[in-house]
């Protein structure tokens, strides 16, 4: 399947294993929470400090219903260790193979996520999307949680 997400489409759907190992549904935050998903590309150098603007940002937006829900492209050890760089990670990081990355158009043809954002509102549509690790610093993502949600 395809990139088939954009604004005012209904987001699409999955389950994932946190690294906690839980299991976390997007539907689960339907009705009450606006779930802001968060793509992380494991590799990259930067990833480390793309965690901990994404956990300051968590952090913010609790107040606001907002939950970040961060995916990386990698096995579950992989996302552990990644983890672990974060002392005090303030929001369900999952694993993902690649296949949910598809679903929302943030899978690079070499098989690696790119940073991407998307904020999903109470009934399950998105509301916004930005691309590149900048939309997933703290400053805009609470800008643009301002901006959607009222």
Do not use: H
């Given at each position: 399947?395809?990139?088939?997400?954009?604004?005012?489409?209904?987001?699409?759907?999955?389950?994932?294993?946190?690294?906690?190992?839980?299991?976390?549904?997007?539907?689960?935050?339907?009705?009450?929470?606006?779930?802001?998903?968060?793509?992380?590309?494991?590799?990259?150098?930067?990833?480390a400090e793309l965690l901990g603007q994404l956990s300051k940002a968590?952090?913010?937006?609790?107040?606001?219903?907002?939950?970040?829900?961060?995916?990386?492209?990698?096995?579950?050890?992989?996302?552990?260790?990644?983890?672990?760089?974060?002392?005090?990670?303030?929001?369900?990081?999952?694993?993902?193979?690649?296949?949910?990355?598809?679903?929302?158009?943030?899978?690079?043809?070499?098989?690696?996520?790119?940073?991407?954002?998307?904020?999903?509102?109470?009934?399950?549509?998105?509301?916004?999307?930005?691309?590149?690790?900048?939309?997933?610093?703290?400053?805009?993502?609470?800008?643009?949680?301002?901006?959607?949600?009222?």
């Amino acid at each position: 399947m395809g990139y088939d997400s954009g604004v005012g489409r209904a987001a699409p759907t999955f389950t994932l294993t946190a690294v906690d190992g839980g299991e976390i549904k997007l539907n689960q935050y339907r009705g009450d929470w606006f779930p802001v998903l968060a793509f992380i590309p494991t590799q990259s150098p930067g990833a480390a400090e793309l965690l901990g603007q994404l956990s300051k940002a968590a952090d913010a937006l609790w107040g606001l219903r907002g939950q970040v829900v961060g995916v990386c492209d990698a096995s579950a050890d992989e996302c552990k260790a990644l983890a672990a760089k974060v002392p005090g990670l303030a929001f369900p990081l999952l694993c993902d193979d690649g296949s949910v990355a598809q679903l929302y158009g943030a899978l690079r043809k070499d098989g690696t996520a790119r940073p991407m954002a998307f904020i999903i509102d109470r009934a399950g549509k998105i509301v916004w999307t930005g691309d590149g690790a900048a939309a997933l610093t703290q400053a805009s993502l609470l800008a643009a949680f301002r901006k959607v949600v009222r």
